[in-house]
């Protein structure tokens, strides 16, 4: 079978061979075994639901021996047999342009280059799913492939429910993920629900389409690393950054680490993952001995220059060590996964990872408790180095929340935590208050060219906007046109011809106006997707990450990544998004995100405008209404831009007078 034709077919009516279990690629790790025995008859049913009766007989005991041996159902016999990347658009058998991008950005999330465990659909994160099992991927590429522009294609966790007419200004895609009752929404519940194959979690970009591999990531750490060292003055020269995770996301630490121009050292507990990154020139040494790990980090900071560093090895034995050797360290932080305790996104010290796995899947109760007293080792080092002035930040991956689980000293008195996130520090006040954030596109021709075309316009836009910018947002300008410029130069690709810069409602909206004339001129060979990770302003409440720097007791609401993608949905997204859980973990967070095709025409523009217009002041609007005064400025700004924008603004309300009012 052609590719083509392999995607027509669906789930195809005979059984297709079997595949070997690869070991050559990183696969998920074992997941516990959860079900009751009811509950693993009815997983079975479920899983066979996709398949006409005579195949059943057969499949029942291949998918009764995957749940027991991987904890899940992953019908390894129905991967497809062609090679996995996205393709140009015009490869794609489609009866909607639209649908066929959506085809290519699937692809390109599969692609192993791109995914962490591309053969149980894990994006990134550990558990980062974009379908559950190969049936799901199959009837979506096939739906894609037979839709047309009259028609929505519903997901339900990766499972497409089916086509249903709409029209051509409605989203193609509309995506849920892990959406569940609320008191049902603790981590077991996830293992349950997705063994069950009823739920998935679809972190932000793996479950949305719209992961771009590890650049997406590179942007938001320099610029978070380059703010860091900032608040510690004076030049990033010869500032040592340490920190924990080469894999899907965390990767990109090392990367940043020296566009951001300062040494770093990451450590990293899997060789493979480690490896990975190394062959990519993500990361420029590995070492797994710290005798000649720390010799080399004093000679990497005396001498000023930006070098990258990993450890192969667990993090805590890199900051026990570092703390017993009294090594300066300006910065540090954490990207294991924590969002993901008990399921592999971080492993005990004291534990080969072998070890780690074997425990996590036979013993959960004790690999449980491994991880607790590891945290609290590993924050126990972070303070002694702190008290000497390491400034430490918990970069968004539940660090600070799951160590003052585990009994870690890492809280106040008042309860609050000892170190800020970077959202409260950095990210919040500096960028999304403004309107910024991760704004990315995707050139469908799959040509280098169009995205160097495409590379320039944004340079040409931003310097023209820059040239009038208000103070507050010129350092973020400036930022933004520096990291454009030297993109091309840094080698960011990974998988599609993708970019991702930070840009407020008027740089994403001129910027996409642009490339789309450049598209309707021939300028761009063939239409572009925009989007975002759902890391923004608007798209994602997360009280410990995006809305970790809302102060007036609504962090814990969820109403602005609902609301968003809600009004993206009905302003010409090409798909919507919303995820419970995403970055920090199930249960912890609500986040939205959307695609848009953009092809050149009248349309697009249209969507352009409307679409971004919400998706950015949206948040501004709701961080102005908590008093942020960032954004209550650029609400203003934009509300004497835009007549037709009336936003509810807050009174200041006089503490001290509050405050005698209930003596
Ligand atoms: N704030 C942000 O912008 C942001 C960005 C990226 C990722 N994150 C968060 O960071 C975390 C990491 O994301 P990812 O996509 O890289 O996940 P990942 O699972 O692909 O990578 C985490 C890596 O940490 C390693 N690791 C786990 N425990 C370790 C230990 N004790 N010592 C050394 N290495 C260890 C794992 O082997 C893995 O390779 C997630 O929780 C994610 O949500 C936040």
Redesign the pocket.
Known sequence: MTFQEEILAGIPAALPEAKPYDTEINHAPKRKDILTDEEKVLALKNALRYFPEALHAQLAPEFAQELKTYGRIYMYRYRPSYKMYARPIDEYPAKSRQAAAIMAMIQNNLDPRVA?HPHELII???N?AIFQNWAQYRLVMQYLATMTDEQTLVMYSGHPLGLFPSHKDAPRVIVTNGMVIPNYSKPDDWERFNALGVSQYG??TAGSYMYIG?QG?VH??TI?VMNAARKQGGSPAGKLFVT?????????QPKAGNIAGVVSVT????PK??EKRYQQGWVDELHSNLDELIPRIKEAVAARKPVSLA?V??????WERLAADNVHVDLGS???????PWA??????GYS?EESKQMMAEDPRRFKEAVQA?LRR?VAAINQLAAKGMYFFD????FLLESSRAGADVLKADGSFRYPS??QDI?GPLYFDYGFGPFRWVCMSEKPEDLAKSDELAVKVLTEIAANSPEEIAGQMRDNIHWIQEAGRNHLVVGSQARILYADCEGRTKIALAFNEAIRKGEISAPIVLGR?H?DVSGTDSPF?ETSNIYDGSRFTADMAVQNVIGDGFRGATWVSIHNG????WGEVINGGFGMVIDGSADSDRHIREMLFWDVNNGIARRSWARNEAARFAIEREMARTPQLKVTLPHEADENLIRKTLQ
């Open positions: 962490q990134y994160g550990g980062g972190q932000m590890p990531i938001g750490t978070t924990a995770g080469l894999g899907g996301m965390s990767g990109a450590a990293e507990i899997n993952a480690a450890y090895g667990n993090v805590v034995d890199l954490d990207q294991t996964s924590l969002h993901n592999g996104g971080y492993y005990p010290v990872l590891s590993h970069y968004g991956n539940a970077y959202v990210m990770d890391h990450r995403g970055g920090v973990g």
